[in-house]
């Protein structure tokens, strides 16, 4: 029988912009990667990892520690084995040649963190239209730690917004923004607080500020991304929690935890409404 499939987005990105210039380097995140997929296919899925130049994810040496697994040695090999071994891991597509190959067999989508996603796919045009295929058909997307900045791809000028952002140039950046087709969903991000502290490697100001009922300022994404004037709803402000919210056709969730797996529970959870 033919299992039901999963498309994940995995960055190429390896360097970040750093704020006064220079670059560090990034990847994705081996545990935001690897525990979600091994979720999915330990429900059922089969899951197809698709880069902008399908060639493999680099993975993020930050990420590389049992620390992220919550000291557990037994998940932290898993993963390690399932990214470096699993066929599904190593037989990456490019983008583009899934969006030829259409997508309707797919029963969503799903996109890791690390900060590699700030770089390519945030402005990727064949994620774009991967997500707005996803988003048109109400099929779930779920999207961890950094991967909510990747639906500023389906904006019509996705790579417009992201320099207009690096420029500082809100009004530009909030031009761009409008017809977002994400406008009024609710979103589940790191609070600018949050990012402070844990780091600061991309200074993207905000198109646009909202309040919060707690009556803090913050921007939409991780970095900054498309104008909270489209975004109706309330943004909810997180610290270190794993808080998924599910809207419509998305599912945000701000961090990975040994409990929580963001893909498996957005997507089941979608599949039965």
């Known amino acids: 029988m033919t299992k039901t499939k999963v498309l994940i987005l995995g960055s190429n990105a ?30 059922g899925y089969e899951v ?22 919550g000291g557990d040695q037994a ?14 891991m190593n037989a990456v597509r490019t983008l583009r040649s899934v ?13 890791p963190g690390g900060h590699a996603p700030v770089v390519d796919l945030m402005q990727d045009r064949d994620a774009g239209a991967i997500l707005r295929h996803f988003h048109g058909a109400a099929k779930p997307t779920a999207l961890l730690c950094h991967g909510p900045v990747v639906i500023a791809a389906a904006l019509s000028d996705a790579p417009a917004f992201r320099a207009a952002l690096i420029d500082g140039d809100d009004g530009k950046a909030a031009d761009l923004a409008e017809g977002w087709i994400y406008a009024g969903y609710r979103m589940t991000v790191f ?4 990012r402070s502290a844990a780091i600061s490697l991309f200074d993207m100001p ?4 909202r309040r919060t009922s707690s ?42 935890t040994a409990r929580t797996a963001s893909a498996r529970s957005s997507i089941d959870t979608s599949l039965r409404r």
Do not use: M
């Open 48 to 69: 197809v990892l698709a880069t902008p130049d399908g060639t493999k994810p680099h993975i993020d040496a930050v990420s590389d520690t049992i620390d992220h697994f």
């Open 206 to 209: 905000r198109a646009t500020s």
């Open 14 to 43: 390896t360097k970040i912009e750093l704020r006064g210039g220079g670059s560090a380097t990034i990847g994705q995140y081996l545990n935001e990667t690897a525990v979600p997929a091994l979720a999915l296919i330990d429900a």
């Open 99 to 111: 969006v030829a190959a259409g997508l309707d067999d797919y029963a969503g989508v799903f996109v």
């Open 215 to 256: 009556s803090r300022s913050v921007s939409f994404g991780t970095p900054r991304t498309p104008s909270s004037s489209a975004t109706r709803r309330d943004i909810t402000v997180n610290s270190w929690r794993s808080l998924p919210t599910i809207d419509g056709d998305t599912c945000p969730s701000p961090r990975y």
């Open 75 to 88: 998940a932290y090999d898993r993963a390690k084995r399932f990214f470096a071994e699993h066929p599904a």
């Open 191 to 194: 609070s600018a607080i949050t």
